[in-house]
């Protein structure tokens, strides 16, 4: 389960993405690749 802390640790990546001028969506991998076509790259947030 994602807690409050876990979401508040991604503050930098987030950050980081929107100094970028990058758009990020951060959800469930099953839906945002049934949404591929709308991105140009899907990567996974974590690596494992």
């Not at 839906?31 to 974590?46: A, C, D, G, T, W």
Request: proline share 4%; hydrophobic share 40%; glycine share 6%.
């Amino acid at each position: 389960m994602t807690s409050v802390e876990d979401i508040a640790g991604l503050a930098p990546l987030v950050e980081a993405v929107l100094e970028y001028g990058s758009r990020c969506t951060i959800g469930n991998e099953q839906k945002i690749e049934e949404e591929h076509s709308r991105f140009n790259e899907v990567l996974p947030l974590f690596q494992s």
